[in-house]
């Protein structure tokens, strides 16, 4: 054979090499491009309709729907009906599974979405039962209020009814996957009352800061320490409100017309007032049981529901025309929230085409998906704002259990017991047993992370049972053998309330009285409600269904078996602090008290600590002295960034000696720094790491437990030290230092050598914002733990500016991360001269769909304190408009 006749061969299996190749390449494109196809199209599906006309069946008549460049829609409907029959038509073409998955939460139902891992979770949500709460609060809603809920619930169900599976969102694409057989239930207005209860849970109050104190107490004594010792360091690392410093909400009580009297006042119910008392030996003793349970507990929830915001807190301001440079006042709100993707807000524009008695609705501003009507926000008269009261609505009691049994008084009397379901995907039903004394419910040992009730030695427990006055001869040795310990929770919003009613009073309020009607039916969760007005009016009220309590303060869990702790009345509404118009022309909540020390009833001494509110009120002052404020003179106070603990390390560290030219350099950082936590600054990140490395040196690194929450706390506590180099805290022999000097040093070094392993050695590169970052993560599926399914969820990260503790309240964990968990959820400035002057901004987006255009399209402006445009008037919203849907009636 001659060489031309082996070549042919070669060059065409070469050739059928080529094609064969050529082939599967192609063959791999064209699959990939499918697949991108399919997924853009899963992807894109369900995305809403916001243009044009769209028969929608249980409407009475046409409804219009404006939607601006950002996605934010005003509706303008004939009816309330039509009204709140469109609004929850428009939550759930934007929100549907973010609402789907809270009243699952919220009724302890996680487990029927995403299967076997949600079980514990279930158990302690569903023990809590906010869910049939909800559905007492509906049953006693007044016709009119009840008709709003159930037209909401009415248009949700209309857009379930022409929607299913990746239709609703592409969430349910992907649940879809694990759990093929899932169908939401249609919508109920329980499902919209229950989330108020979540938001309660979300604004808890001191549950945290009582339970690390009992934590504390418990790990003191084991360490040997005396009663009286471990009160004292208790005492100090939870010091009181500093009132000589730090201003109060209400340092002057303004004396109003009472409103009409309720029922219950009129019928004599309402409780009488109660001075309230100290902190007592019971209490310290009690604290000593095992408190690691009602910890988890706590830490359940907030998995699902996210961490608990800033200082549990938020700002919020108001200032009268007599300091404007319109002559009418200005409103600024920000609350601070757990970060969250979507936003927990939803700006919406809510109106009647004609305002009358029986549609009396114009009012816009910042709702929840799930629940109809406007937060927070302002209506044609009237603005308002919120921040957390951060008044003490909920104790923990320590409860001695028999069996189903407890004792009371000296007495084993039955405890409610109600056997429950847990319904779980893809797997068995899991029997769930709730049990509740006279309290709340059992709330020990639900959870994996729970111990089992503790078991205590009677005579180490007997021993601290006979320092309790009245109960040495009611204890003996069968209550004593035989008792365990259980904790249960009292709490205002486990009682069926009327903040599903003050929502629409607020929406509807034209005047003073009005507001102050609305925040009577404002319970659950207790928040500061700031006014202004179009007439020139500012004023405050602090609403809520606040306890009375009896021998204790809460302070520390109680001894549930003594009735004499027990909570004996509410404060009258009329007895709460109100102002109306103060000299000073401008009122500041900032979580901080609300009023000093001598006002008649207990309301907590778990205040935030007041140096947000202290730096709104100083810059107010120094701006208004400078000239007339304005709208912007508002956001840029919402932005400000000054650290005021680092104004106090940075002179401390002026006469300290470091070892290493590094340190050194970052030390001199701190010279020039104006205190200011920018995000593109090298010395707010190393005055920030270093106060990291100090509070975790003086305190854990002696086995004290760092506070949760409001870093507040700590700067007051080091702020004192600081002041006092004799302090013994100062002094930690595992550390090897002896003084305050030593410490500081050895925080200033551990802080260079941290930054330098994270943003390199060059001091001028480092940059808060970087280190501070904030990653926006889905609540569900955005924490699945496969990464591509992350992918699709979560955005970020985002430098920001800001800190704990400081009025750009963008929290962080001292001692564990530096990254953002805790933001200014939204921020609006209010122009009551001309509602159109006014702004908004929130976290993310309208959308909770990902990749829609509006999904996080108002993040980076957030990050930047950017805000947009707030058009209300028809002629400006007309202006703004970009797309225009109309629903009709129809079949």
Not at 259 to 266: I, N, V
Not at 592 to 601: F, Q
Not at 684 to 701: G, H, I, M, Q, R
Not at 780 to 793: A, D, K
């Amino acid at each position: 054979m001659s060489s031309d006749d082996t070549a042919a061969p070669r060059r065409s299996l070469g050739s059928r090499i080529g094609r064969i190749a050529f082939v599967v390449l192609a063959s791999l494109l064209v699959i990939a491009t499918a697949a991108a196809f399919f997924l853009v199209w899963t992807i894109q599906r369900s995305f809403p309709q916001t243009s044009g006309e769209l028969t929608t069946p249980g409407l009475h008549k046409s409804v219009t729907v404006q939607r601006d460049a950002l996605g934010i829609p005003t509706i303008t409907a004939s009816s309330t009906d039509d009204l709140f029959f469109a609004q929850g038509f428009t939550h759930a073409q934007d929100r549907f599974f973010e609402m789907d998955f809270r009243r699952h939460v919220t009724s302890g139902r996680v487990a029927e979405m995403f299967g076997e891992s949600q079980v514990a979770t279930d158990k302690f949500l569903r023990t809590l039962g906010w869910r049939k709460v909800a559905e007492q609060e509906v049953e006693a809603l007044d016709d009119t209020t009840r008709g709003y809920y159930e037209a909401y619930a009415a248009g949700v169900n209309a857009y379930l009814s022409s929607h299913e599976g990746a239709d609703l969102s592409l969430e349910y694409a992907v649940l879809g996957i694990q759990n093929p057989d899932y169908r939401p239930e249609p919508w109920e207005p329980a499902d919209s009352v229950a989330w108020l209860k979540a938001m309660a849970w979300d604004l808890r109050t001191n549950i945290g800061s009582e339970t690390d104190r009992a934590l504390m107490a418990a790990q003191l004594n084991e360490a040997g320490e005396a009663d009286a010792d471990a009160q004292a360091l208790i005492e100090k690392i939870y010091p009181a409100y500093p009132f000589a410093q730090h201003p109060v909400i209400v340092p002057k009580i303004t004396a109003v017309d009472p409103l009409p009297a309720t029922p219950a006042e009129e019928e004599g119910t309402a409780p009488a007032s109660f001075t309230g008392t100290t902190q007592t030996d019971a209490q310290t003793a009690v604290a000593k049981v095992e408190w690691q349970q009602a910890d988890s507990a706590i830490e359940a929830a907030s998995m699902l529901l996210g961490p608990i915001g800033e200082g549990i807190g938020s700002n919020s301001w108001v200032v009268s025309g007599d300091l404007t440079e319109s002559g009418k006042p200005l409103l600024a709100n920000d609350p601070h929230l757990g970060a969250a993707l979507p936003s927990v807000w939803y700006q919406v524009q809510l109106k009647c085409a004609k305002v009358s008695e029986a549609c009396p609705f114009d009012v816009a501003g910042f709702s929840f998906s799930g629940l109809p009507g406007v937060v927070i926000g302002h209506n044609a008269k009237i603005a308002w704002g919120f921040t957390n009261l951060t008044t003490d609505v909920a104790d923990l009691y320590v409860e001695k259990v028999e069996g189903d049994q407890y004792w009371r008084d000296g007495e084993l009397v039955p405890m409610e017991v109600e056997n429950d379901v847990i319904k779980v995907a893809g797997g068995d039903d899991v029997p769930l047993t709730i049990r509740r004394t006279v309290h709340g419910p059992i709330i020990s040992g639900l959870t994996d992370d729970f111990t089992a009730i503790a078991q205590h030695p009677s005579v180490e427990f007997g021993d601290k049972l006979t320092d309790l006055p009245g109960w040495e001869a009611t204890v003996d040795a069968t209550w004593n053998v035989n008792a365990t310990d259980a904790i249960s929770l009292r709490w205002t919003a486990l009682d069926p309330g009327t903040t599903a009613s003050a929502i629409f009073a607020l929406d509807t309020a034209s005047d003073f009285t009005g507001f102050r009607r609305a925040a009577s039916l404002f319970d659950v969760p207790a928040q500061n409600l700031i006014y202004a007005d179009q007439q020139g009016n500012i004023g405050y009220q602090a609403p809520g269904r606040l306890p009375i309590r009896g021998a204790g303060d809460g302070w520390l869990p109680q001894p549930g078996w003594d009735s004499a702790y027990d909570w004996t009345g509410y404060i009258p509404f009329e007895d709460l602090p109100v102002s109306y118009n103060p000299d000073g022309g401008y009122i500041v909540t900032a979580n901080n008290a609300i009023v000093t020390d001598d006002y008649p009833y207990f309301l907590s001494r778990d205040w935030d600590y007041g140096y947000r509110a202290a730096r709104i009120a100083h810059l107010i002052e120094r701006k208004s002295a400078a000239g007339a404020l304005t709208a912007q003179n508002l956001r840029d106070i919402q932005m400000d960034d000054e650290m005021w603990i680092g104004k106090q390390l940075a002179a401390a560290m002026g006469e300290v000696t470091v070892d290493g030219e590094g340190a050194r350099s970052a030390v001199d950082l701190l010279r020039t720094w104006d205190a200011q936590n920018k995000a593109d600054s090298p010395a707010a990140a190393y005055a920030n790491v270093l106060w990291s490395n100090l509070v975790t040196d003086v305190f854990v690194e002696r086995d004290v437990p760092l506070p949760t929450g409001d870093q507040g706390r700590l700067f007051t506590v080091v702020g004192a030290m600081l002041d006092d180099p004799a302090d013994p805290l100062w002094i930690n022999e595992r550390l090897d230092v002896d003084g305050m000097d030593a410490m500081l040093a050895l925080a200033a070094e551990q802080a260079y050598t941290e930054l330098s392993q994270l943003q390199g050695a060059d001091v001028k590169r480092w940059s808060w914002g970087t280190l501070h970052a904030l990653s926006l993560t889905s609540s569900t599926l955005g924490s699945s733990g496969i990464e591509p399914v992350e992918m699709l969820f979560n955005r970020g990260p985002y430098p920001v500016s800001g800190g704990s503790s400081v009025v750009n309240a963008t929290g962080w964990s001292v001692g564990e991360s530096y990254a953002t968990t805790t933001v200014p959820s939204m921020r609006m400035v209010v122009d009551l001269a001309d509602f159109d002057d006014s702004s908004w901004i929130h976290l993310t987006g309208q959308s909770g769909h990902a990749f829609n255009r509006h999904y996080t399209d108002q993040t980076a402006d957030w990050a930047a304190g950017v805000q947009k445009p707030w058009p209300f008037t028809k002629k400006a919203v007309a202006k703004a408009t970009v797309d225009t849907l109309v629903l009709k009636p129809g079949s």
